[in-house]
């Protein structure tokens, strides 16, 4: 039987891993805070959100695109010094309000998929953050305890209050408010799974059979000829070497795409905002990114010029630049993917494309351009770069996953390694 809990009562929970989901109108994130007796955080790495999935004991598990991601918390593998888990739900738009929606509900789940708990968040108004629920210990157990505390300061207050270091100056993606950057390198390895492990189920409708990598039936290689610029196929893969075997240097990956103008929105044009990443790996290891949040790689040798929230105007809408003389020996793979900030599905676009381009003389070399059936998938996987020996080699993939921000989709690449 579900227990219906009210604001500031608590229970004593049993489970040693439960989940919490919390359902809401608008969009939103839903992030934990892991706080000491002062209630502060040990470290930054206690702020558990999009950009930083996991952390002791506690870990984001995606959901279907457009719903906040689950928590799901093992409190046996929660440090000793933590004495609370704050669920914090933040609305994506930060001039939206709580009041303006019917309220939010926090359910709670054992390891069973039984709905243990249920608290309906009521008696909010003008705010836009709120902390939900938290976890707390008393006398060697776990407790749960309804909030439903409004923070009039907005996020990044909340989070300072918490003793969470903002870094206000971080880019963030313009006109899609999310949660602030921190100063922690995002993403740290251990942040994500380097087993090549499946990522957590979902909690609601698993992927199309789209967004599953199948085996590529045609992986030919093909050879670059400068003036005569090679389209790809899905899985073709191609030397990075000019004509006469001359290794390329620097070479710049362009990425574009248009709002289908009629359909879904009848006669509006949505304002699409795709954000263009690159993920290095060392073998199965992730260790660095470069995405709208951290433009230039740790090593400097990745550099995103910046983000379209859009899609609009001709050629290119984001671009990624390599400078492959720079790229540490230990990185054998830089992937390229798009993801779709406010959960808006590939059937939504058009002349979608990545291109490769030689930045020393700006010729275009190669090009991939989705086609196909329509993709109900937030987010994809268009190509990747990779170590052959001593040369680089491009691969077209244009494989779906779900997937809203780099956050989601960094713990699923392992299958297209």
Not at 141 to 155: L, N, S, T
Not at 169 to 197: D, E, I, N, R
Not at 231 to 255: E, F, I, P, W
Request: glycine share 8%.
């Amino acid at each position: 039987m579900t227990a219906h809990l009210v604001k500031g009562q608590n229970a004593p929970l049993s489970a040693t891993e439960i989940v919490l989901s919390v359902e809401v109108s608008a969009p939103a994130d839903l992030s934990a805070l892991l706080v000491a007796e002062n209630g502060k955080v040990r470290s930054d790495a206690d702020f558990i959100f999009f950009n930083q999935p996991a952390g002791p004991g506690v870990r984001l598990q995606s959901r279907v695109a457009g719903e906040p991601a689950n928590i799901v918390i093992g409190f046996d593998a929660v440090p000793s010094d933590v004495a609370r888990i704050r669920a914090v739900v933040t609305l994506e738009d930060p001039h939206s309000s709580f009041g303006s929606w019917p309220p939010p509900v926090a359910r709670i789940t054992d390891s069973s998929g039984r709905v243990v708990f249920e608290y309906r968040v009521e008696g909010l108004s003008s705010e836009s953050v709120v902390i939900a629920v938290e976890f707390y210990r008393r006398a060697g157990a776990w407790k749960v305890r309804a909030v439903g505390q409004g923070y009039a300061g907005g996020f990044a207050d909340l989070v300072t209050d918490h003793g969470v270091s903002v870094d206000d100056s971080a880019p963030a993606s313009p006109g899609s408010p999310a949660p602030p950057s921190v100063t922690f390198p995002v993403p740290t390895p251990a942040a994500y799974p380097s087993s090549g492990a499946p990522p957590p189920p979902r909690a609601a409708a698993p992927p199309q059979p789209s967004a599953v990598a199948q085996p590529h039936a045609n992986s030919a290689e093909v050879s670059l000829a400068m003036g005569r610029p090679v389209s790809l196929v899905k899985g073709q893969r191609v030397s990075l070497k000019k004509d006469g075997g001359v290794a390329l240097s620097v070479v710049r990956m362009g990425l574009g795409w248009d709002p289908i103008k009629k359909g879904f929105f009848g006669n509006r044009t949505p304002d699409i905002d795709l954000d263009a990443s690159a993920v290095f790996f060392a073998d199965r290891q992730i260790v660095d990114i470069c995405y709208y949040g951290q433009l230039v790689s740790k090593d400097g040798s990745v550099r995103h010029h910046g983000d379209n929230l859009t899609g609009e105007g001709d050629g290119d809408d984001e671009v990624i630049t390599v400078d492959l003389r720079r790229i540490p020996a230990h990185v054998s793979t830089v992937m390229f993917i798009v993801t779709s900030y406010q959960g808006h599905t590939f059937d939504q676009l058009s002349n979608a494309f990545c291109r490769l381009v030689d930045a020393t003389t700006n010729a275009e070399l190669a090009r991939y351009t989705l086609m196909g059936p329509r993709m109900r998938a937030t987010g994809m996987v268009m190509a990747k770069i990779f170590r052959a020996g001593p040369e680089w080699k491009l691969q077209a993939i244009g494989d779906a996953m779900q997937a809203r921000h780099p956050g989601e989709a960094v713990p699923q690449l392992a299958q297209w390694l």
